[in-house]
C-alpha cells in the first residue's frame, strides 16, 4: 500500500522531516522539566536554598520556553506536510480520473467517487498529520518517560511497564471490533452523496412531480444509516476512556502508596532512597507516560477510521484504465472512413447478453449516414465505439484506414466530434462554452460555428453577445438552445467525423433542417452520423441504418427502406398518421 501513497509522500519529504525534528526538541525539554522539577524541590524548597530555587526556576522556564517554540514549529511544518500531501492526492485522482474508459467509471458511482476525493482524502490528511506529529511525539515521550521514571526508582517503575501490554491489547481488540462497522459507515456516505447528486441534479423533476417527500425519505434513511453505524462504531472506541481512566487513577494510587513508604523509610534523604521532589517527577513521568499511550490509541482510532479511506483512495489510483494508447500510436486520421467489421460488444465481461451483435457497417468520408431503432436497441452503443469511449469485445473499427486501437487516444478523439442528446453547459459565458471545442478559436470562428448550427441569432439578441453568462449546467438556457451551442462547440473542433446522438431533438422541425442544410453546405468533407427517433431527420441522408435488438437490419437509402424494411415503414407510418 506504502508504493501507492510514496509519491505524494516523497514531495512532502522536507517538511516531514523537520516536523518530526522540532517533535523530538518537543519532547527532549518536555522530559527534562519533571527532572528539574525535582531538583528545585529536593536541592531548593526542601534545603531553603533561594539560590537553587532561582537557578533551577530559570532553567524550567527556558526548557518550557524551548518546548513551546518547538511545538509551535513542528505544528506549522506538519500542518503544511499534511496539506501538500492532501493537495497532491487530490490531483493524482482527479488525473487518475481523466484517463479512466466510461468501463473504468462505471464501476464507482459518481457519489463514491465524490467521497473518496473530499471525506476520505480529508481522512488521509488528518491521519498522516496525526503521524508525523503525534506518533513520534507519543513513542519517544513514552520510552523516555518510562526510561527516567526507573533512572528514579526501578521497582516503582515496573508497575507502569506491567501496565503498557494490558493497555495495548484492550485497546486493539476494541478497534477490531469497530473496523467492520466503520467501512459500512463509509459505504453509507457514499449512497446518501448518490441520493445528493441525483437530486441537485434533477430537482426540476422532483418539483414537477411534486416527490420532495419521496426524496427527503430516501435521504432520511441514507443518513439513519450513517448515524447508527457512527454511534456503533464510536460507542465501541468511548468504551477506550473510562477504562483509561481507572488505569490513571490506579497508577497514581500505586506510585503514591509506594512513594509514601519509599519516602517514610528513607526519611527524606536524597542519599538513602526517595525524596518528594523525586516522588513529584515519578508522578509526572507517570502521566506523561500514559497521555503518550492515550495520544497513541487516538491515533491508532484515526488510523482505522482512515484505512477505509486509504483503501477507497488506493482502489481509485491503482485502478488500471482499460483503455490504453498503443506502444507505437499512429498520430494522424487520414480522413473520416468508418468501417465496422464483425463488431460485437457488451459493457461488462460477466454480462450474459452482448449489446452489439455481428455489426458490419461501412461510411465512406464524407458521408452523412442517419440511425434509427427502438429505445435500447444498441444506437449510442454504436457511435460509442468510433472514438474509444468503449472497445469492442469481438471484431474492428476501423477509422481512416486503420484499426482505432492504433491510434493515440488524443489524436482519434480530436478527430472525432460528439453531440449528446443531454447537453452539458460549464459555468462561464457563451464563448468559454464554445471554446471547450478549441480554446484559440476566434470571434469569426465562433460566428461561422454558430451559424452553421443556428445559434447566431439568439445570441446576437443578448446584449453582451458572446460574452453573456452561462449559469452553472446552462440553466438560463432553453433545451433547444443548449443543443445548438453544443453543435456549434463540437464544429469547433473540426473534426473529421462528427456525431449526432439524437442532439437536435429539443429544436423545432424548421431549425433542425437549417442545422441539417448548414451542416450539408458548409461541411462537405466531414462525415457526419445522425442518430435520431425522427425520421424526418434522417431521411435525407445518404444512407440510413436501422437497429434493431443489437444488429443493424438494414442499411439503405430513404426510399429503398420503405420498399425492403418493414420496421422501418412501420415507424414512418406511424410518425406520418
Not at 470 to 488: D, H, P, Y
Request: aromatic fraction near 10%; glycine fraction near 6%.
Amino acid at each position: 500500500m506504502f508504493n501507492v501513497f510514496k509519491n505524494s509522500i516523497a514531495k512532502v519529504k522536507k517538511e516531514s522531516i523537520l516536523s518530526m525534528v522540532f517533535i523530538l526538541f518537543e519532547t527532549g525539554f518536555e522530559i527534562i522539566v519533571p527532572f528539574m522539577m525535582a531538583k528545585l524541590i529536593d536541592l531548593g524548597i526542601e534545603s531553603s536554598n533561594m539560590s537553587n530555587v532561582i537557578r533551577y526556576g530559570l532553567i524550567i522556564i527556558a526548557l518550557v520556553i524551548g518546548q513551546s517554540l518547538s511545538g509551535i514549529f513542528c505544528a506549522v511544518f506538519a500542518v503544511k506536510a499534511g496539506t501538500k500531501f492532501a493537495y497532491d492526492l487530490r490531483e493524482r485522482l482527479f488525473r487518475k480520473l481523466q484517463t479512466f474508459a466510461f468501463a473504468n467509471i462505471d464501476k464507482f458511482s459518481t457519489g463514491s467517487l465524490v467521497t473518496r476525493s473530499t471525506t476520505d482524502i480529508a481522512n488521509v490528511q488528518r491521519s498522516f498529520q496525526m503521524v508525523i506529529r503525534g506518533a513520534l511525539r507519543s513513542i519517544s515521550m513514552c520510552i523516555f518517560s518510562l526510561y527516567f521514571a526507573y533512572r528514579v526508582n526501578a521497582e516503582i517503575a515496573r508497575c507502569l511497564t506491567f501496565l503498557i501490554p494490558i493497555i495495548i491489547i484492550s485497546f486493539v481488540f476494541l478497534s477490531k471490533l469497530a473496523m467492520p462497522i466503520f467501512e459500512k459507515m463509509f459505504k453509507a456516505f457514499d449512497s446518501l452523496n448518490n441520493i445528493m447528486s441525483e437530486n441537485i441534479h434533477g430537482i426540476r423533476v422532483v418539483k414537477t412531480f411534486n416527490r420532495e417527500d419521496y426524496e427527503f425519505h430516501k435521504m432520511e434513511k441514507s443518513a439513519d444509516d450513517i448515524y447508527n453505524y457512527s454511534v456503533k462504531a464510536e460507542s465501541y472506541v468511548a468504551l477506550w476512556d473510562p477504562f483509561m481512566n481507572i488505569t490513571v487513577y490506579t497508577i497514581l494510587i500505586i506510585i503514591s502508596w509506594l512513594g509514601a513508604k519509599a519516602i517514610i523509610a528513607s526519611g527524606n534523604n536524597p542519599d538513602l532512597g526517595l525524596t518528594t521532589g523525586k516522588l513529584m517527577s515519578l508522578i509526572t513521568y507517570g502521566l506523561q507516560m500514559l497521555m503518550s499511550l492515550m495520544f497513541m490509541s487516538m491515533i491508532y482510532v484515526m488510523l482505522i477510521i482512515s484505512s477505509a479511506s486509504i483503501l477507497r483512495v488506493k482502489e481509485v489510483l491503482v485502478e488500471e484504465p482499460l483503455i490504453k494508447d498503443p506502444e507505437n500510436p499512429i498520430y494522424n486520421v487520414e480522413n473520416g472512413e468508418i468501417e465496422f467489421r464483425n463488431v460485437s460488444f457488451k459493457y461488462r465481461e460477466n454480462a450474459k447478453h452482448r449489446t452489439l451483435k455481428d455489426i458490419n457497417l461501412k461510411i465512406n468520408s464524407g458521408e452523412t449516414i442517419g440511425i434509427i431503432g427502438g429505445t435500447g436497441s444498441g444506437k449510442s452503443s454504436i457511435v460509442n465505439l468510433i472514438p474509444r469511449l468503449y472497445d469492442v469485445t469481438d471484431g474492428e473499427v476501423i477509422v481512416g484506414g486503420h484499426n482505432v486501437k492504433e491510434y493515440d487516444l488524443n489524436v482519434l478523439r480530436k478527430s472525432v466530434g460528439i453531440v449528446l442528446q443531454k447537453n452539458i453547459l460549464f459555468s462561464g459565458t457563451i464563448a468559454s462554452n464554445l471554446r471547450f471545442g478549441n480554446e484559440n478559436a476566434t470571434i469569426e470562428d465562433m460566428r461561422e460555428a454558430c451559424d452553421i448550427a443556428s445559434a447566431l441569432e439568439f445570441i446576437e439578441e443578448k446584449p453582451e453577445g458572446f460574452d453573456a453568462k452561462v449559469e452553472q449546467g446552462g440553466t438560463n438556457f432553453s433545451g433547444g438552445q443548449k443543443q445548438r451551442l453544443s453543435i456549434a462547440r463540437t464544429i469547433l473542433k473540426k473534426p473529421k467525423i462528427i456525431i449526432f446522438d439524437d442532439s437536435t431533438s429539443a429544436v423545432d422541425t424548421k431549425t433542425d433542417a437549417r442545422i441539417r442544410n448548414g451542416l450539408k453546405t458548409k461541411l462537405p468533407n466531414t462525415t457526419k452520423i445522425i442518430i435520431s427517433q425522427r425520421i424526418i431527420s434522417i431521411k435525407e441522408c445518404d444512407k440510413i441504418a436501422v437497429v434493431d435488438n443489437g444488429r443493424i437490419i438494414a442499411y439503405d437509402s430513404h426510399e429503398n427502406l420503405l420498399k425492403n424494411c418493414e420496421l422501418y415503414k412501420e415507424i414512418n407510418e406511424v410518425q406520418n398518421s
